[in-house]
């Protein structure tokens, strides 16, 4: 779709929309190539992003560093919910939905923008982004959160007979009362995308690399305990803190944690199946 | 000198969880997971009730010794009012 003299389209993250608009016709086909299964034309968008893309002795120049661990501000005196990025030179406006980013030319700068302003806006839907593989099998929404290495991926590459939603990045809402698992473009070690489709969580699971198939159900104590330090959450508000904090003993609270101890076969399903 | 405990709202988010509680500092992201006691203390501290009240209801509550409690809880109080999580004054306070 082209507005004027610029590229622009619209993705469905976890049922939220967002308009990308730049432009650079070279980064949206980069882009249009990445986000291909979250494509949402169509859409009445609740969110904007425009991009600028750097040339490249502009990037040079540019004091800012590029690492996965941006710095966030967030001033609510000006404009209400403004949040200023200091990583990739990004803002987003919560109140309006609107954000800018000015970048080089490459889609994971989109992406790791994309994953801060999701981190935000889904806390009012109540939802979170959590670092997790998650799956659909027969229906039912599987999340393994784990460090790297924990084997996220090596989890998803076990299921062959499930669904990839992501094997880095994990989009949890709340649909219908329901903690609902959705697919992502935030991807890992695969390189690939999730589809881009949810299914009720059944059950979250903490993997452990071990020499036998084991499954230990966790108090949700225990659970929330090895959740938090997974949450995706950029923003240093107290507020924003809180709520994401409830939200998360919410979900421990009604979606069964287990402790899986795994071989790196496909046979953990059993045990899974079994819990 | 006794003084009153309360949490420190402002920067504190608290849940009790399977009977104990998990308090975030939300100034620094860090979380607590207490005890049962740990947990009696924490519920304790409304910010009317001074240290040596909550050291009385311990001992009443978990059948502890008072000189345990005293230099338990003291400590225990001390450490988290270091950390941010509760607030001691020497005077009641609002809230908590």
């Given at each position: 779709?082209?507005?004027?003299n610029?590229n622009?389209l619209?993705?469905?993250?976890?049922?939220?929309s967002?308009?990308?608009?730049s432009?650079?016709?070279?980064?949206?086909?980069?882009?249009k190539e990445?986000?291909?299964?979250?494509?949402?034309d169509?859409?009445d968008?609740?969110?904007?992003?425009?991009?600028?893309?750097?040339?490249?002795e502009?990037?040079?120049?540019?004091?800012i560093?590029f690492?996965e661990s941006?710095?966030?501000?967030l001033d609510?005196s000006?404009?209400?919910?403004t949040?200023?990025?200091?990583?990739l030179?990004?803002k987003f406006?919560?109140?309006?939905?609107?954000?800018k980013?000015?970048?080089?030319l490459?889609?994971?700068?989109?992406n790791?923008?994309?994953?801060?302003?999701?981190?935000?806006v889904?806390?009012?839907?109540p939802g979170?982004?959590v670092?997790?593989?998650?799956?659909?099998?027969?229906?039912?929404?599987y999340?393994?959160?784990?460090?790297s290495?924990?084997?996220k991926?090596?989890?998803?590459?076990?299921?062959?007979?499930?669904?990839l939603?992501?094997d880095?990045i994990?989009?949890?809402?709340?649909?219908?009362?329901?903690?609902?698992?959705?697919g992502?473009?935030?991807?890992?070690a695969?390189?690939?995308?999730?589809?881009?489709?949810?299914?009720?969580?059944?059950?979250?699971?903490?993997?452990?690399?071990?020499?036998?198939?084991?499954?230990?159900?966790?108090?949700?104590?225990?659970?929330?305990?090895?959740?938090?330090?997974?949450v995706?959450?950029f923003?240093?508000?107290?507020e924003?803190s809180?709520?994401?904090?409830?939200l998360c003993?919410?979900?421990?609270?009604?979606?069964?944690?287990?402790e899986?101890?795994?071989?790196?076969q496909?046979?953990?399903?059993r045990?899974?199946?079994?819990? | 000198?006794?003084?009153?405990?309360?949490k420190?709202?402002d920067?504190?988010?608290?849940?009790?969880?399977?009977?104990e509680?998990?308090?975030?500092n939300?100034?620094?992201?860090?979380?607590?997971?207490l005890?049962?006691v740990g947990?009696?203390?924490?519920?304790?501290?409304?910010?009317?009730?001074?240290?040596?009240?909550?050291?009385?209801?311990?001992?009443?509550e978990?059948?502890?010794?008072?000189?345990?409690?005293?230099k338990?809880?003291?400590?225990?109080i001390?450490e988290?009012?270091?950390?941010?999580?509760?607030?001691?004054s020497?005077?009641?306070?609002?809230g908590?």
């Open positions: 779709m082209v507005t004027g610029r622009s619209t993705l469905s993250i976890g049922g939220i967002t308009v990308i608009s432009e650079s016709e070279e980064f949206m086909a980069q882009t990445r986000y291909a299964k979250f494509f949402a169509g859409l968008p609740a969110l904007k992003i425009e991009l600028e893309v750097l040339a490249p502009n990037v040079q120049r540019s004091p560093s690492g941006p710095e966030v501000s609510r000006k404009g209400g919910s949040i200023a990025w200091h990583g030179s990004g406006d919560s109140r309006t939905g609107e954000g980013l000015r970048c080089p490459s889609p994971a700068s989109l790791s923008f994309l994953r801060f302003v999701y981190s935000l889904l806390v009012k839907e979170f982004l670092h997790a593989s998650s799956l659909i099998r027969n229906g039912k929404g999340v393994f959160p784990g460090e290495g924990a084997g991926t090596t989890i998803a590459q076990l299921s062959p007979d499930s669904t939603l992501t880095d994990s989009l949890v809402k709340i649909v219908n009362g329901e903690f609902t698992a959705f992502t473009p935030f991807w890992g695969l390189a690939i995308g999730g589809e881009n489709i949810s299914a009720p969580i059944t059950g979250v699971y903490f993997p452990i690399k071990d020499r036998k198939n084991c499954l230990k159900r966790l108090k949700p104590k225990q659970a929330l305990e090895r959740l938090l330090p997974h995706v959450f923003a240093k508000d107290n924003f809180k709520q994401l904090f409830m003993c919410d979900f421990v609270t009604k979606v069964p944690g287990y899986l101890y795994f071989l790196p496909s046979s953990f399903w045990c899974v199946d079994s819990g | 000198m006794d003084k009153y405990v309360a420190n709202s920067q504190t988010a608290h849940r009790i969880v399977d009977g509680a998990v308090v975030v939300l100034k620094d992201s860090t979380f607590q997971t005890n049962s947990t009696f203390i924490w519920q304790q501290a409304d910010g009317r009730t001074s240290v040596k009240e909550i050291i009385q209801r311990v001992c009443q978990f059948e502890v010794d008072p000189d345990t409690a005293d338990d809880c003291s400590e225990f001390g988290l009012a270091n950390k941010g999580l509760l607030v001691l020497p005077h009641p306070l609002e908590g």
